[in-house]
């Protein structure tokens, strides 16, 4: 909350202050992103700081600037096409129907701890990266300490260990692909990012590749924490169960985006001034920190009536601007650094909640399901437990 804070007490959208020892520019709300993701503004190189590179994010699309980042993110965009989109929900659906046969036959299940294994299952089935079943608990762990790290030093250490480990088992993958040993279907990321030439006509590294396969699994994971704010809000407010169910008038979609909304994920992201600019009076200088406050713009209360109320039917309305609502980034997809995993995410989330209301019926028992905005990235205590658990139809 810090950026949100202190933009209330200052009442302003944009303030000076110091971050890790650097004078840095924090902003929030429509405007600001707008500003943010503006080639012409703004560059990422070396941006963020190397802890979280060398941990959650990796050395690869996220840092990258100009040409270079265009053709790179064309890469990742082209393995999102209506037909792998739907994909991943099939895939994410068999997984979850899976793990949801054990949930039967046991007392209780924490959500937060079993969904983050399909996710994994499904990210790697999604991109034609075999997942040996001995291996699944191991890869598991460490997606969720890469995912995890961002909010502690102590955990970016186990994150950049975890990282460490998923490369190489990434790029000895690779290697198997482009020695002809291991054959992924060609619409895969593991076939596309084994054989992606850049703008160069350069062949990545193994180890550049397994970046890069890791950046189309691993993030996967970060749908996790909404599939468990949204439990929660299921839970909290009943009668969004029927609507779910009934899905009249793309309902499933409107809870998606308004659990992304509402709920917190990544808190903000940095990026470096590439030229000086002013901007409502203030002078900004080349290489200059700036931080955009994505939580705070999402509950800025200009784009959005009653910010702090949870309410799905608000986006039943919304305009669908690329800068007010950016709980995965803002901006164009293509142009720009947005998420190029948003379509997975809502496809994934929508299935799920209808899989949870119209699949299963379980029971919520006492626990803590309190959530700390002082934990990044957070989840309720108890990481959301159910019990009783009975699936009501075979299979989705
Ligand atoms: C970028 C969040 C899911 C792939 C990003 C960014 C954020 C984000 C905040 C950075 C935006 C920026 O730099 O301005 C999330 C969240 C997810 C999610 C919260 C789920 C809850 C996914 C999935 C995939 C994916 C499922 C792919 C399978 C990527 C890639 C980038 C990215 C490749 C880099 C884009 C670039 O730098 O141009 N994501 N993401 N993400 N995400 Fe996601």
Redesign the pocket.
Known sequence: MFITSRRRELESDLFETRLLGKKAVCMAGEEAVEK??DNELFV?KNAVPGVISKSLLGEG??G?DGEA?RH??RM?LS?MTPERIEDMKDIALQELDKKAKLWEKRSRTVIYDDIREVLVRS?CR??GVPLKEEEAAQRTREMGMMVDSFGSLSRMKDGKKARKSQEEWLAGIVRQVRKGKLQPAEHT?LYIISHYRDENGKRLSASEAAV?VN???R??L??G??IVFGCLALHEFPDISEKLAADENGFSQMFAQEV?RYYP??PA?A?KVKKPFTWHDYQFKKDQLVV?D?FGTNRHPDSWNDPDTFNPERFKDWKGSPFSF??????DHYA???????W??VI?MRAFFKYFTTHLSYEVPEQNLAWSLSRVPTIPKSGFVITNVKRLHASP
Not at 326 to 331: E, K, L, R, T
């Open positions: 943010f993701y990422r699309v996220h990258m980042h790179r993110k990742f393995m990210g999604w991109a990321a890069e950046n189309a699994v993030p996967l970060a749908t924490y909404f992304r994920f990544a992201m990026a955009l994505f950016v709980p995965q980034g803002g901006g720009g650094h947005r998420c190029a995993g948003e997975l995410t994934v």
